[in-house]
């Protein structure tokens, strides 16, 4: 026989299980997804948001229902039971954070794989020609090789560099040699940024993207993505960096590749056409 | 065991001490003196960071930056974080709880080193006051409390250079008093008394000390050096001079990272002691408190690089610091449900004690869930450096330390003063902070996640309904205090007398008069190997007996 107050903890357990999962897939916290990376985070935001919940709700949910159940009545003076420990609902908790953790971590690690973190940074398609080949490029994420999209299997990345310093990001394409302050890309092409930065430490952020990178002075790192919605998006400094920090912001254009192209046109030096 | 504990027969204390409220002023070598002042200096600071918190609010109520100029707005949350964690935070659950409580737990008449306790508490106030008086110089530091190279090379120096020493002498003074915990937990028991029938905020701060004396060094030695890039133009971290600054952000995180744990391990011992005596239960599985202790000191010192995500780390270091720091939640966790479980079952009283602590421990769930979303590589990508971050550490060193700190104010109160508080005032005082805490903080989740960056005076005109929200939040949390100074005021000036043990504890703070006299007891230390024996009627009347007992050996 399950008495009753197994029944009823039961049933509240799956009630919570299933307003966690319900609250994980239909509240939406994040801004919009604009590029490859976007969705895959999304989705590992909504499993760590339901866990986050059930387990919140759970928790302070014990915490507040001992509190009102186990309050002292007036008049009693009495102890309560001189309980000191248990040692199988002691291994019981260790075992569940345990197991929550060790199902996120390797969730994450999928998630992470997905998104290129484990390619191996500064690969050939990440143009090298113009560092020193001495220097080692540290990593932002991933290969723009990941791209999952069949679209871009073969697509070679167009190469952008970034560099940084107090208070703007300007961008270099070496290719046709242009230099601006906002990033202009096609959509659904993989991009991949190389970035320094001239003085202290900034960091590219594109909350669209689910993406940021530390623009460090003396190294440089690199950072890949594929834009996958037009629209113009912030480009947002993320490491403190002085007075007009608050301030340091850009936009990424992201066109269709008509646009592109003639954005691209219109300032490229294209010193041939002038012969 | 019959070992006699007598007091010392000369009092080399009292010729240096003097009486009344001039002894919080004085060179006191009493380590219950020492604590208060290591407490009341700290609230001095804590209502000095609070204000500049307020500063911070205003000037976040609207998008653009137009209440403090750019660079004092820096220079304001630079002050704000170093006074809030150097000399609110660790001062207090350390130096405040550890000095007053720890010779009584273990049955000593002071510290180990009376005299290297007074000297930590006093490096306290000159540190603070020049970190202070920096900003009516040239201007405060305003590279936050990272100090970040360049940055921090390329700021003006004098403020930077002053918050290096004043950084430095309050890593000293930590290091001082951690040396002090150890010797005294290890070294000065009393006689019968085994590691293991210690009250658990002996453990807690034997962990902690162990952090502070293998962690702070390397802050000091970092800072040395960063000051040396600073006045001498070395080149450790400056790249300009072919240095490296992802070196410094190592060496600064293997303190600093360390240092979290250093402010909220002591919390939990703390709260350790509080929930039994008001639920009249003993501390559920003892045992498995102190292995997850120790447990936290090890993984605590091997984490660090989570803080450095997006610095350029490579992938292996990535995955590892992101593994062992979601580790970190199964000790935490373990924690948690043994306090649930202290709950469960027991006669609890809804006092302004345990509410503090319980809003300790739901706040504390929710920053260790962020905490273990955030050591996820893939997930800390996206809010690393924003106000997600802001939110996850308030709800850590707010929410968790500072709600401890209240609520152990209102448990020791009465043995500090022998006075008793004003309950529904501090359940006032609970309710105003719990909502004013949450109402600040939780929007900043939001923030972060849909691209407000941390560190920013100014910021996307979107944002701005819901800072207001948390600037509210913030205001309530700044009135909250004003309750509490009145109750402590009145209480000070008119208050009940509370007797020697109001709560009737078992800890052997409580088997002494309150406030207790100079060298803890009138006679022999009591032996207490049940510090949570509750439940147990036979043992409690032993122990009021022994207390009875020492009165009358007088
Ligand atoms: C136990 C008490 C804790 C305290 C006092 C604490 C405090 C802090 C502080 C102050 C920061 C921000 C540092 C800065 O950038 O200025 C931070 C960040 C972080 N915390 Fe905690 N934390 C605690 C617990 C945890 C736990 C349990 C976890 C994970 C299991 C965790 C994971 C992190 C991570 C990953 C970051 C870095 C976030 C980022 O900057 O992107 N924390 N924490
Ligand atoms: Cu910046
Ligand atoms: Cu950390």
């Known amino acids: ?275 | 065991m019959t070992l006699s504990f007598p007091p010392s027969e000369k009092k080399p204390l009292e010729g240096l001490q003097p009486k009344g409220w001039l002894r919080y002023l004085s060179f006191s070598l009493d380590h219950k003196v020492i604590g208060l002042q290591y407490l009341i200096c700290g609230f001095i600071f804590y209502l000095i960071g609070g204000a500049l918190a307020g500063a911070i609010r205003i000037e976040l109520t609207s998008p653009l930056s137009d209440f403090l100029e750019r660079d004092v707005y820096n220079q304001v949350l630079t002050l704000h974080g170093t006074i809030m964690i150097f000399l609110w935070i660790v001062p207090v659950v350390n130096g405040a709880f550890g000095n007053y409580l720890i010779p009584f737990y273990v049955g000593a008449r002071d510290m180990a080193f009376p005299r290297l306790n007074a000297v930590a508490f006093w490096l306290i106030p000159p540190a603070g006051l020049m970190l202070i008086t920096s900003y009516f110089i040239n201007g405060a530091a305003q590279s936050g409390w990272t100090a970040y190279p360049p940055l921090s090379i390329t700021t003006p120096a004098a403020g930077q250079i002053i918050w290096i020493l004043s950084v430095l002498l309050l890593g000293g003074s930590s290091i001082f008093g951690g040396i002090n915990f150890i010797a005294t937990i290890l070294k000065l028991r009393r006689p019968g008394l085994k590691l293991m029938q210690l009250p658990m905020y002996c453990w807690a701060m034997l962990g902690t000390s162990i952090l502070v004396v293998l962690s702070t060094p390397v802050l000091a030695g970092t800072l040395i050096l960063l000051s040396f890039d600073i006045v001498a133009h070395t080149g450790f971290f400056n790249p300009e001079l072919g240095g490296n600054v992802i070196v410094y952000q190592h060496l600064f995180w293997f303190y600093s990272h360390p240092a979290v744990y250093i402010m909220v391990l002591p919390a939990f011992g703390l709260v350790s002691e509080i929930l039994p005596v008001h639920c009249r239960k003993p501390l559920f599985g003892y045992i498995t408190m102190v292995y997850s202790i120790m447990g936290i000191v090890v993984l605590g010192l091997v984490v660090w690089a989570h803080h450095m995500f997006t610095s350029g780390t490579p992938p292996w270091m990535r995955l590892f610091f992101t593994i062992a720091t979601a580790f970190i939640a199964v000790p935490t966790g373990i924690k948690f449900f043994n306090w649930v479980a202290t709950l469960w079952g027991g006669k609890i009283s809804l006092n302004s004690a345990i509410l503090f602590s319980c809003g300790f421990i739901i706040n504390f769930v929710l920053g260790g869930i962020t905490g273990v979303a955030l050591a996820q590589v893939p997930f800390d990508i996206h809010v690393h450096d924003t106000y997600f971050v802001v939110a996850h550490f308030h709800y850590i060193v707010y929410g968790g330390s500072v709600f401890v700190i209240f609520s152990s104010i209102y448990h020791w109160f009465p043995k500090f003063t022998g006075k008793l508080l004003n309950e529904n005032l501090g359940r006032f005082h609970f309710l105003i902070t719990f909502i004013g805490f949450n109402l600040c903080f939780a929007p900043q989740h939001w923030l972060g996640l849909n691209g407000m960056p941390r560190r920013v005076a100014e910021y996307d005109p979107q944002f701005t309904f819901v800072n207001q929200l948390s600037s509210i939040g913030a205001l309530l949390m700044a009135l909250s205090t004003l309750p509490f100074l009145w109750n402590v005021l009145q209480s000070l000036l008119k208050g009940p007398k509370s007797g020697d043990n109001p709560w009737k504890a078992l800890t052997p703070e409580w088997l002494t008069s309150s406030p207790p006299p100079v060298e803890n007891w009138l006679g022999e230390a009591p032996l207490v190997t049940e510090p949570y024996g509750y439940g147990k009627k036979k043992k409690i009347v032993l122990a009021i007996k022994s207390e009875k007992e020492d009165k009358e050996n007088i």
């Open chain 1, 1 to 275: 026989m399950l008495s009753p107050i197994t029944i009823i903890s039961f049933l509240v357990s799956i009630c919570l299980i299933i307003g966690g999962i319900w609250v994980g897939n239909n509240v939406n916290l994040l801004p919009a997804v604009a590029s490859t990376n976007a969705p895959i985070y999304d989705e590992l935001f909504k499993v760590l948001f339901a866990i986050g919940t059930i387990l919140f709700i759970g928790m302070s949910g014990l915490v507040i229902f001992s509190l009102i159940k186990f309050r002292r009545k007036p008049g009693d003076v009495d102890d309560g039971e001189s309980i000191e420990g248990n040692l199988s609902l002691e291994i019981l908790w260790t075992a569940i954070p345990a197991i929550v953790v060790l199902f996120v971590g390797l969730y994450s690690y999928d998630i992470y794989d997905r998104m290129g973190g484990m390619e191996s940074l500064g690969s050939h398609n990440n143009h090298s020609h113009h560092i020193n080949e001495e220097r080692r490029i540290w990593g932002g994420i991933g290969s723009s090789n990941s791209i999952e999209s069949p679209l871009n299997a073969s697509s070679t990345p167009l190469t952008v560099d970034l560099s940084a310093m107090q208070f703007a990001f300007i961008f270099h394409y070496p290719e046709g040699d242009i230099i601006s302050g906002e990033l202009h890309v096609p959509v659904d092409k993989p991009i991949a940024l190389t970035m320094e930065s001239k003085d202290v430490i900034h960091a590219f952020w594109v909350p669209e993207f689910r993406l940021k990178q530390d623009v460090i002075p003396g190294q440089p790192t690199i950072l890949n993505f594929t834009p996958t919605k037009v629209g113009r998006f912030p480009i947002i400094c993320a490491e403190l960096c002085g007075p007009y920090h608050g301030g340091m912001r850009a936009t990424v254009v992201v066109e269709k590749e008509e646009d592109y192209q003639q954005w691209y046109k219109q300032n490229a030096k294209q010193v041939d056409l002038e012969v």
